[in-house]
C-alpha cells in the first residue's frame, strides 16, 4: 500500500485545512487508517483513527471536536477535515495505515504498517 498526503498549507488561526491522504496498491480500503503528527523537536503524536469500514473513530483530545477523519471508498482517499486551528496545531503531518479488517482503532505508532510522506501544516497567530 503506498500513501499520499496533501492538504497542507500556511492558514491563520482559526481557520481551517482539509488534508488528503490517497492509498494506491492491494487492498487499501480493507486498512484502518490514521492521522498522526510531529512538531519540531516532539515526538510523532496520534490525532485520529478510524477502523476500514469507518464503524470506529477515535480522536485525541486535543482535536476533538475540531478535527474529523472521513473516507470515500471509491477513490480510496481518507481525509482530516481540522476548523479551528491553533498555532499548537502546527506540525508535519503523517497519514498512515494498519491493523486490516479490525474493529477497534490503534492508536499507537508500531500499529501502523504505512507511512505517507507527510504534509506541513503551519497555524500563524
Known amino acids: 500500500v503506498q500513501l499520499q498526503a496533501s492538504g497542507g498549507g500556511l492558514v491563520q488561526a482559526g481557520g481551517s485545512l482539509r488534508l488528503s491522504c490517497t492509498a494506491s496498491?492491494?487492498?487499501?480500503?480493507?486498512?484502518?487508517m490514521g492521522w498522526f503528527r510531529q512538531a519540531p523537536g516532539k515526538e510523532r503524536e496520534f490525532v485520529a483513527g478510524m477502523t476500514w469500514n469507518g464503524s470506529s473513530r477515535i480522536y485525541a483530545g486535543s482535536v476533538k471536536g475540531r478535527f474529523t477523519i472521513s473516507r470515500d471508498v471509491a477513490k480510496n482517499t481518507v481525509y482530516l477535515q481540522m476548523n479551528s486551528l491553533k498555532p499548537d496545531d502546527t506540525a508535519n503531518y503523517y497519514c498512515?495505515?494498519?491493523?486490516?479488517?479490525?474493529?477497534?482503532?490503534?492508536?499507537?505508532?508500531?500499529?501502523?504498517?504505512?507511512w505517507g510522506q507527510g504534509t506541513q501544516v503551519t497555524v500563524s497567530s
Open positions: 496498491g492491494r487492498a487499501g480500503s480493507l486498512y484502518g
Open positions: 498512515a495505515a494498519g491493523y486490516p479488517g479490525r474493529a477497534v482503532v490503534r492508536t499507537t505508532i508500531s500499529d501502523y504498517d504505512y
